[in-house]
């Protein structure tokens, strides 16, 4: 069990330092964008990644996390490889069975739906574009979620990075030479058709398995009936997380769906750290849920309390510094300061329904997170419907209702699923509950010091200022031990067996 954990660590700490990597280069590439072509081009580029996005969602319908967590569960000790990969095999086939229909259909669709929205020329090009991203994306994750089903993340954190590095390379080669948003969106998919490729290539060649559909239909309806919840967990999230981007587009125009992104493109850019978590904690939560009960409670507690000593010195210290953040988009983005400190506060609460949301689908619950995900896309409909239009009309800024309805939204889904977590595991919410106010403490002195220290030095001494006084008062406030500092830095160097 020890070589298990310490091989989850080190998956976690290799691959939070790729997407660490990957979230610097894609930001990087997002403020040059955002001061090249200002904000109403950015919110037709953004319009177009968006809506192809959601119906990215149609396509896969939860069936990557099914595939992952299939595989995950046939994972043995010892022996037992090549009926491991037999089956995988099935799996796959027949995953594939399912979405190359689903692909065509969607994209489909996609291109009646643009040509019925009456949006110009540039705008459904653009969207004819980003579905190429579409198709190939969702093939990408496919195989990629077998490989994470082995417990191995080192190849795609090789690919996130690649990615990224041909994206802003092409990229800034178009806007170089001034060639354009159809250029723009090119380098999305240069960088697309690299990883399915390289994808494609690692399953087929590594791991042994075809790349080749094939029916077998007891196999196929099983994995329908276990991705029905996950599919519509996939389409709640996806609306969810794109819908407002749109819903801004055709209720208040692509300016503030330009100034929009500034706030999303962070708070965005920042979830590679859950993500990076659950990337590895999620086949081992499967694991632990049917084999070590009590190896689940550690690991969910943990991954809380890191969470939240990680969230809350970003977000506290992003509302602080926003004025000064804004500045690197040059002029036009200051009517983003709002929308920025407004949705900088769901952050806490967004990194929170990583853990929680991931051990309910680990543990069997998909259909409770489902049902919660769908209460809590109703209520973002129906916010985004009310709070977009009058901050548009009496504050000439809609994106300011699109911000405040994240922050709802984020923590009403927190708490639905934080309800059913206690049937799950024996967790102890007193634990949670003392990091936290211990987190609050040290950060609301780490805000107090960095609010003075704005007036006098630059935004980018004050971080690393402001970080180091988070987490040295963190220590002595004992909300984190020397043994987890060590532990982190083992994760890095230490070899598993």
Not at 304 to 331: C, H, Q, R, W
């Amino acid at each position: 069990m020890s070589d298990k954990i310490a091989s989850i660590a080190k998956n976690t700490s290799y691959y939070t330092f790729a997407l660490i990597l990957q979230k610097i280069i894609s930001f990087t590439y997002f403020v040059l964008i955002a001061r090249a072509i200002g904000p109403e081009d950015l919110g037709k580029y953004y319009f177009a990644i968006s809506f192809t996005t959601i119906f990215a969602i149609f396509i896969d319908l939860g069936l990557a996390n099914v595939l992952m967590r299939e595989v995950a569960r046939l994972q043995k000790p010892t022996g037992g490889q090549a009926k491991t990969k037999e089956k995988t095999q099935q799996l796959l086939s027949n995953v594939l069975i399912l979405k190359i229909p689903l692909a065509v259909f969607s994209w489909l669709a996609l291109v009646i739906l643009i040509n019925l929205m009456g949006y110009p020329e540039i705008t459904r090009n653009l969207v004819y574009l980003s579905s190429i991203c579409m198709i190939l994306d969702s093939f990408t994750m496919t195989f990629f979620s077998i490989i994470r089903g082995f417990h191995n993340l080192s190849f795609e954190s090789i690919a996130a990075v690649v990615f990224q590095i041909i994206v802003i390379s092409f990229g800034l080669t178009a806007l170089h030479f001034n060639m354009g948003l159809l250029w723009l969106m090119g380098a999305l998919v240069t960088a697309s058709v690299f990883n399915f490729l390289y994808s494609l290539i690692l399953v087929r060649k590594k791991f042994k398995i075809k790349i080749l559909p094939k029916l077998n239909k007891d196999l196929l309806k099983l994995i329908i009936k276990i991705t029905i919840p996950f599919g519509l967990f996939a389409i709640f999230q996806k609306l969810y997380m794109y819908l407002d981007t749109v819903l801004l587009s055709i209720l208040a125009g692509d300016k503030y769906v330009g100034l929009y992104q500034i706030a999303f493109k962070i708070i965005f850019a920042l979830q590679f750290l859950p993500m990076a978590f659950m990337a590895s904690l999620y086949p081992a939560f499967s694991t632990y849920w049917v084999k070590n009960k009590q190896q689940l409670t550690i690991s969910f507690e943990r991954a809380m309390n890191y969470l939240i000593i990680i969230s809350l010195p970003i977000a506290v210290g992003i509302i602080v510094l926003t004025d000064k953040i804004i500045l690197i988009f040059k002029e036009g983005y200051t009517e983003a300061i709002l929308p920025l400190q407004i949705i900088m506060a769901a952050l806490v609460f967004l990194f929170l329904t990583y853990p929680v949301g991931s051990l309910l689908n680990a543990c069997d619950k998909q259909k409770i997170n489902t049902r919660n995900m769908g209460i809590t896309l109703a209520v973002s409909i129906i916010l985004n419907l009310i709070l977009i239009p009058w901050f548009r009309d009496n504050f000439s800024n809609g994106a300011i209702g699109a911000a405040i309805t994240v922050v709802a939204t984020n923590f009403l889904m927190l708490i639905l699923n934080m309800y059913y977590v206690s049937q799950i595991t024996a967790y102890r919410p007193k634990i949670i509950l003392k990091v936290l106010l211990k987190s609050l403490l040290a950060v609301l002195i780490m805000a107090a010091i960095a609010f003075y220290l704005k007036s006098w030095l630059n935004v980018f001494i004050i971080v690393p200022i402001s970080g180091l006084i988070y987490f040295v008062l963190l220590f002595v406030f004992k909300g984190f031990k020397k043994e987890d500092i060590v532990s982190i830095w083992n994760s890095f160097i230490k070899k598993t067996s």
